[in-house]
């Protein structure tokens, strides 16, 4: 998102002296530099199980342990709730929203990070090909277990269903590879090229599901990964 957002790590105009949660830490890198470039900021992330960082942490960040979904939040209010790439975490993205209302500071913020799995490359490349069948297979497999991979495209409303006010839509286009001249967006291609490449490894499980034998779940990530490193195919998700 760095390279997206133009060097910054989320667009809400929030107080340098903000105590901030990241839900769905993951690697917990977003939360580490957050805290970084905010010393004055108390940062917390929180995930189902944390990673050790091997690093020192700066004193404003923390992490723990949490099933944001089932689990109790912490006993605080927050100036900013942070969700990055969580598409995949949540039976009920809406209550999850509603916790994070419901533990936010009067005029806070919460920020949300998700694409939707969809090709938005218009030139017709991208038809008939192996990624776009796995791309159909993933979503196909995704509802079988109540995973929407487009649900992103509801979160406005729902945050405006859940209470909050000025809700802001902001669309970027995720290229796949590096196939756009601009040089900016070149650069963003090779970096989510790389992130749909481990996504081929992640997401594996939702071909079976969608009914697809071992051996035919392996041959199409196999197509699809030569697709993905493919120039000529103009592949490119919306977030």
Request: charged share 25%; glycine share 8%.
């Amino acid at each position: 998102m760095l390279h997206i957002l133009g060097g910054r790590l989320g667009q809400a105009p929030v107080d340098s002296q903000a105590h901030v949660l990241d839900v769905a830490t993951g690697t917990g890198i977003w939360a580490l530099q957050y805290a970084e470039q905010h010393p004055e900021s108390r940062v917390l992330g929180v995930d189902l199980s944390i990673t050790k960082l091997q690093r020192l942490l700066p004193e404003n960040c923390q992490f723990q342990q949490l099933d944001a979904e089932n689990g109790e939040w912490p006993q605080a209010q927050f100036d900013y709730i942070h969700f990055g790439y969580v598409i995949t975490c949540f039976d009920d993205t809406q209550a999850v929203m509603k916790k994070a209302f419901d533990h936010m500071q009067p005029g806070g913020w919460i920020e949300l990070h998700d694409p939707e799995l969809r090709n938005v490359g218009d030139d017709g490349s991208a038809k008939g090909t192996a990624i776009e069948e796995w791309v159909e297979t993933v979503l196909k497999g995704g509802r079988i277990v109540g995973r929407d991979m487009l649900k992103s495209a509801h979160y406005e409303a729902w945050l405006h269903e859940t209470g909050f006010v000025n809700v802001q839509d902001v669309k970027f286009t995720l290229p796949i590879n590096e196939w756009p001249e601009n040089l900016k967006l070149k650069k963003v291609g090779a970096i989510y090229k790389h992130n749909l490449l481990g996504l081929l490894e992640s997401l594996a499980q939702f071909l079976t599901l969608a009914g697809l034998s071992n051996t035919e779940a392996e041959d199409l990530k196999e197509r699809a990964k030569r697709d993905i490193h493919n120039p000529q195919i103009r592949f490119a998700f919306p977030l």
